[in-house]
């Protein structure tokens, strides 16, 4: 694989989040153009589109993600509903029940396949997919902005600040606390390892945050103050990516507080970014984020998504063993 591929799909509107079937390589996308697109990624990097989810044209799709058995993407916008694509019959469910945009949603297996829908009107929902009505409903402080499942933790991050991590074996709050951060949470992401979370912020910092341990870190470099937009977690090695609205990629060691690869920058800033299933192809979005508001976006800014080689060097953390 070559070591930058771009998707040839034109994308009419930005990247909302990226993600990667647990099984194979299949990548999707969803996008503030309504649709969440989803292709299979060859082992020349080459991609072919093999379908998508159609929200209404007039309201953006803000969230994607995959089943644990590969079969079934779904999908969360501003038309309030939560939308699963089943592949193999190109059928698709919607489940309604939300009185605001979802926001995030996640894909969960305890006692039976659950999906995990976070929305703007201060609810996290749990849907039993035998079912079009929600099983469970728990009610936020705030509006829901981020959130990360590593089972049996769900952790989500709201407005002002907020983080709340349920158990879901019971689906019980196990902690209600606060951003180690000083400004607004913009994205979640739970440790391979299910040991705890990093949290990153509108002002560039990552906090490193252990569910039995208090042992956070945060990182920020230059005096450039840009928004860390997502942040991925290698799946072997436990280093990850952090990227943001200053258009540019690093990777980390979480263990030793030190950063494994120069930042890259691509020119615009990056909206989201996603490891597949082994960790050899790093995905990162560009496009405008918003976060200079209105005034400050071009309509010659180009939506991509990006497919990057990656290779032992510049992720694995030194003096790693295998476990």
């Known amino acids: 694989m070559l070591q930058n591929i771009e998707i040839s799909t034109p994308l009419n509107d930005t990247v909302s989040e990226l993600c990667f079937s647990p099984v194979a390589d299949y990548l999707a996308a969803s996008s503030w153009d309504g649709q969440t697109r989803v ?13 998508s989810i159609q929200h209404d044209q007039q309201n953006p799709a803000l969230c994607c993600t995959f089943s644990k058995d590969g079969t079934k993407v779904v999908s969360g916008g501003t038309d309030k509903a939560v939308r699963i694509l089943d592949l193999n019959s190109n059928q698709t469910m919607v489940l309604q029940g939300h009185e605001g945009p979802v926001k995030c949603v996640k894909w969960a ?19 039993d997919l035998r079912s079009p009505n929600p099983a469970a409903s728990v009610t936020l402080p705030e509006r829901c902005y981020t959130m990360d499942v590593q089972y049996p933790h769900l952790v989500v991050g709201t407005a002002e600040r907020n983080i709340l991590i349920f158990n879901l074996s019971n689906q019980s709050l196990v902690k209600n606390t606060v951003s180690p951060l000083k400004h607004q ?20 910092r990552v906090g490193i945050e252990y569910f039995d341990e208090k042992n956070s870190k945060c ?16 799946p072997f090695y ?5 990227a943001g609205s200053d258009g540019a990629y690093a990777y980390w060691d979480k263990d030793s507080k030190s950063r494994l ?14 490891f597949n299933r082994n960790g050899t192809i790093f995905a990162y979005a560009t496009g405008y984020d918003w976060h200079k508001g209105h ?29």
């Open 185 to 204: 949470t913009r994205t979640i992401s739970c440790f391979p390892d299910g040991k705890g979370y990093a949290v990153g912020s509108v002002e560039g």
């Open 39 to 51: 292709w299979e990624v060859q082992a020349n990097g080459q991609t072919v589109a093999r379908t």
């Open 238 to 242: 436990g280093t990850f990516s952090t």
């Open 261 to 274: 690869k120069t930042p890259t920058s691509v020119g615009n800033p990056i909206t989201s970014t996603a």
């Open 109 to 127: 297996e305890s006692m039976s396949p659950i999906v995990i829908s976070g929305s703007w009107d201060k609810t996290v929902k749990y849907w």
């Open 219 to 234: 990182h920020r470099e230059g005096n450039n103050i840009f928004a860390v937009n997502s942040i991925s977690f290698h």
């Open 295 to 323: 005034e400050h976006h071009t309509q010659g800014t180009k939506n991509t998504i990006r497919l990057h080689a990656v290779t032992d060097s510049e992720i694995k953390p030194k003096g790693f063993k295998k476990r």
